[in-house]
């Protein structure tokens, strides 16, 4: 409820009181259509029994939370949804009916007409209204982005959006961090807050930027496929990256450096391998991967990684063991070994698939274009 007030505070009271018009309307008819031609029920009594149904509904709101994404649910979960609310309302209703002793007051069948209506009537009203604030909400230009990514790739997924003209309404980073403001744009504290941010800000697409799409929280994807919400994964193909590194006084001391899961290698390690006993002018690699994403690091000589997109070649010379090369799918690559002896190191976030190798060139430029960006609902 908290989130729904932050992000969305006056939509969300406008569906409270639509819901609240709509079961005062639900019952008018319910009176109108049976409980006037009823002449042993007091209307007296019923108006007792119709504001409890308002209070009723108002706590069963609040308790389960039942509005929480009432702004982007598909059709098929507002109708269950709904069935919940007033499921829960008839029965909270009937237990209070019963310990009040009102049993001779009221008309069950006029209450049950009544709940029967305001199913209907919500819905419709629901749909309605929510088609009326997306219409407003497109005219005004106002369809939100969000972005997801790490602490490390904050500023740089905000200046790649940028690029595009985006500026999302919010940002979730992948592990809490203590930061909530990054640009000034909001830091969600929770994936919860980042699912209310999305559905309220009426956000139409998430960026997930520097993380493997294996990373993305099941919860947000679940919730997106619900609210219809596209997630986009933004491959930055590659990025030389520093790794931690301690050095000592005493130089014989040598050097130590380090990565860090989640901090520093934005995709799950599932393998690590490297390469050893090499010749200088070894040519090796020659292929691109669908999903694999490494973190290559040379702890010892000089290796050239050349780096094709399927237009242009970049090399890159890895030559210090206190850097690393972050590298997505959907580059071709080849390594050349510079110095005898020199090693290559990569964690890779696929166990070993052959199936997941291209090593066609012809194969790899007719894939580029698909895998450069991957979209994942
Ligand atoms: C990459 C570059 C940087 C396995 O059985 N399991 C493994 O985990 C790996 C990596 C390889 N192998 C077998 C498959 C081949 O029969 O080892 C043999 C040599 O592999 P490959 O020719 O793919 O090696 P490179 O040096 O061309 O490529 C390797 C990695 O395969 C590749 O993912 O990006 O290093």
């Known amino acids: 409820m908290k989130n729904q007030l932050r992000f969305g505070k006056w939509k969300f009271i406008s569906f409270i009181i639509l819901d609240l018009l709509c079961l005062i309307a639900a019952n008018c008819i319910a009176v109108l259509l049976y409980l006037k031609n009823v002449s042993s029920v007091s209307m007296t009594g019923y108006y ?3 504001i409890m149904m308002v209070a009723v509904d108002l706590a069963v709101t609040v308790s389960i939370n039942s509005l929480d994404l009432v702004l982007r649910r598909g059709k098929s979960n507002e109708l269950l949804s709904e069935l919940k609310h007033i499921g829960f309302s008839f029965l909270a209703l009937s237990a209070g009916l019963f310990a009040l002793k009102q049993g001779r007051d009221y008309s069950r069948i006029t209450v049950l007409m009544a709940y029967l209506f305001y199913f209907l009537l919500s819905i419709l009203i629901r ?4 088609h009326i604030l997306q219409k407003t909400a497109k005219k005004n230009g106002t369809a939100q982005k ?10 740089e997924g905000i200046a790649e959006l940028k690029k ?21 744009l909001s830091v969600s504290a929770d994936i919860d807050e980042a699912i209310a941010s999305i559905c309220w800000n009426w956000v139409d697409c998430v960026y997930v930027y520097g993380i493997d799409y294996h990373l993305i929280h099941q919860s947000l994807s679940k919730a997106c496929k619900e609210m219809n919400v596209e997630i986009k994964v933004i491959f930055s193909d590659f990025k030389v990256i520093d790794l931690k590194t301690t050095r000592y006084e ?9 990565v860090e899961g989640k901090r520093d290698i934005p995709f799950p390690v599932r393998r690590a391998y490297w390469i050893t006993e090499t010749e200088a002018g070894l040519h090796r690699g020659f292929h691109a991967h669908k999903l694999n994403c490494q973190l290559l690091f040379c702890p010892y000589g000089k290796i050239d990684i050349i780096l094709d997109n399927g237009k242009e070649k970049t090399t890159v010379c890895l030559n210090d063991p206190g850097k690393g090369m972050l590298l997505m ?49």
């Open 127 to 130: 749909t309605v209204w929510k």
């Open 329 to 377: 799918p959907g580059l071709w690559r080849e390594m050349v070994w510079k110095e005898t002896g020199s090693v290559l190191c990569v964690l890779a976030s696929e166990y070993y698939d052959p199936q997941e190798y291209i090593r066609d060139y012809d194969e790899f430029l007719a894939s580029k274009g698909v895998i450069d960006e991957h979209t994942v609902c």
């Open 250 to 258: 005493e130089k014989e001391y040598g050097r130590l450096s380090f």
């Open 48 to 50: 007792r029994v119709v």
């Open 146 to 155: 969000f972005l997801m990514t790490t602490d490390a790739f904050a500023e």
């Open 164 to 184: 595009s003209d985006i500026r999302p309404v919010g940002v979730l980073l992948l592990k809490n961090s203590d930061r909530d403001i990054i640009e000034d």
